[in-house]
């Protein structure tokens, strides 16, 4: 541990959820107890981790910020800030201006800009700029119907922030299909993308510097299952060298001017070609997993932030393993559609990074896994009464 960063706090500004846990853990595997303000009503893990040596429980955001600037917006040393939501990161960056002086924390250039480049419509315009390729893409209001993208398509909400998000997306076929998903779709502008038969993800995580001058992506991941909506939540790290997309990504962080961890998402086609998703403007949830590879990225971007400059001489990261998201794994794949036996399942587990469970850690994992067993308990003895 370099001895400077111990004179600083280090806030986790967060929700109740296994994403801000990996950061908390990461931090604390290298002996920096962390401060929580947490926004949940019943959190069952981060109020349980052994590395919280403070936790604010608050209700909303808004309250958060509050407690954020009366507790620690006037330090001798400037805190570090995580987040790990984009709703989270949003309100900072739109705060940019008041907190710039008081806290390391993830944001661009300028008040408001990582909240621009939040819209799809705007990162995706920023994307190809920076020479990625896109699916053919349409901005939308509801219940418009395409003039520009052929069926089968994808809707997608546009924010993450607002409207239903993922809940907002569906396949369509034909026109049909859409008018029956608009029914269903709560965000105000949509956009709708050509459909385009997954073979696989890339997924990069890594964290920039100096105003997005220096960036590093240790890893890339790929998932071993998934499904054509969504991510998985078994995967394979493997070192990243691909030069050309690690071009793209440095550019687009630099336009941004991008300082904090981040993540950026590529969809594989069956002939291999790569069509930009999105960047997340904050900590993602594989980000525990590059920890256990060797690379703790909160640690390091801290660090960096400090020094100006990074030195990973000392850094012995792994060449490939896997990582997985262990409950959700189990109910996904081996009770519901069954496409693991179970015998097999636990083979992968125990050869897996895990972002639940932690031997040194456990208490947020048993307390998590007792609220999934009791939750549907508790409604099944309220309906018989």
Not at 126 to 150: F, Q, Y
Not at 197 to 207: A, H, R
Not at 299 to 314: D, H, I, P, R, V
Request: with cysteine.
């Amino acid at each position: 541990m370099d001895k400077n960063l111990l004179q600083h706090k280090f806030i986790v500004f967060c929700g109740d959820h296994y994403n801000p846990l990996g950061i908390i853990r990461s931090l604390g595997e290298v002996g920096i107890q962390s401060i929580a303000i947490l926004v949940a009503e019943h959190p069952v893990m981060i109020n349980h981790s052994r590395y919280v040596c403070q936790l604010h429980q608050v209700a909303t955001n808004e309250e958060g910020y509050e407690v954020l600037l009366k507790e620690y917006g006037n330090e001798k040393v400037k805190p570090f800030l995580y987040t790990a939501s984009d709703d989270i990161t949003s309100l900072l960056d739109l705060h940019y201006d008041d907190l710039k002086n008081k806290f390391h924390f993830f944001h661009g250039k300028s008040q408001g800009i990582v909240t621009h480049y939040m819209d799809k419509e705007n990162i995706c315009n920023l994307a190809v700029e920076c020479g990625c390729g896109i699916a053919n893409t349409e901005m939308v209001t509801p219940r418009t119907l395409p003039t520009k993208v052929n069926y089968p398509l994808m809707t997608k909400a546009i924010i993450s922030t607002l409207g239903g998000w993922k809940e907002d997306s569906f396949i369509c076929k034909n026109e049909e299909d859409l008018i029956e998903a608009y029914k269903h779709i709560r965000s105000e502008r949509l956009l709708l993308q050509e459909y385009i038969t997954k073979k696989n993800e890339l997924c990069l995580d890594g964290f920039s510097f100096n105003g997005g001058e220096d960036v590093y992506i240790p890893y890339y991941s790929n998932y071993l299952r998934f499904s054509n909506m969504s991510y998985g939540p078994y995967m394979v790290m493997r070192p990243f060298l691909d030069e050309k997309v690690m071009g793209q990504v440095k550019m687009m962080l630099k336009k941004v001017g991008f300082t904090g961890i981040f993540s950026v998402e590529f969809l594989i086609d069956k002939d291999d070609k790569l069509y930009f998703l999105e960047v997340n403007f904050r900590n993602s949830t594989w980000s525990y997993a590059y920890t256990c590879g060797g690379y703790n990225m909160p640690y390091l971007w801290a660090k960096a932030e400090l020094e100006g400059s990074l030195e990973l001489s000392k850094v012995k990261p792994l060449n490939e393993f896997t990582a997985m998201v262990e409950p959700d794994d189990f109910v996904e794949n081996v009770i519901k559609h069954r496409k693991v036996a179970l015998w097999q399942w636990v083979k992968e587990v125990k050869a897996s990074k895990l972002y639940y469970y932690n031997k040194d850690d456990n208490s947020p994992f048993w307390h998590y896994m007792w609220m999934r067993l009791w939750r549907p308990i508790k409604r099944r003895i309220k309906y018989i009464a």
